[in-house]
């Protein structure tokens, strides 16, 4: 089992930063690739970003490419998303998920995803 629990969030205006951390316990955290999704109000849960096990490789949505990063710290069992030049349309509940299996390639898919925060809300203000 992994808990992930995520802090970070808040009220930014247009154009703003905020950085948002998962912290885990469990097993394997090291060893498993490691995601940010988000659901805006009335919408489906979208992947936004996911980082290998290792570190070494990022992938983005096309919508945050250039101003998210996401990145980890396996010695303080910590991921990161570093969001830059938010926009209103960036406003969600931001979810922090481990992959199920680990050395395995990151995943876009949620399902491919067994543990998941309670999630923190950002807001960006026009």
């Known amino acids: 089992q992994v808990q992930l629990v995520e802090s970070g969030g808040g009220l930014v205006q247009d154009g703003g930063s905020l950085r948002l951390s998962c912290a885990a316990s469990?097993?394997?955290?090291?060893?498993?690739?490691m995601a940010w999704f988000r659901r805006a109000p009335g919408k489906e849960r979208k992947f936004v970003a996911a980082?290998?096990?290792?570190?070494?490789?990022?992938y983005y949505d096309e919508s945050v490419k250039g101003r998210f990063t996401i990145s980890r710290d396996n010695r303080k069992n910590t991921v990161y998303l570093q969001m830059n030049s938010l926009k209103p349309e960036d406003a969600a509940v931001y979810y922090c998920?481990?992959?199920?299996?680990?050395?395995?390639?990151?995943?876009?898919?949620?399902?491919?995803?067994?543990?998941w925060g309670q999630g923190t809300q950002v807001t960006v203000s026009s």
């Open positions: 980082i290998t096990w290792s570190g070494g490789s990022t």
């Open positions: 998920a481990a992959d199920g299996a680990v050395y395995r390639t990151p995943s876009l898919n949620d399902d491919d995803y067994n543990y």
């Open positions: 469990g097993r394997a955290f090291s060893s498993r690739a």
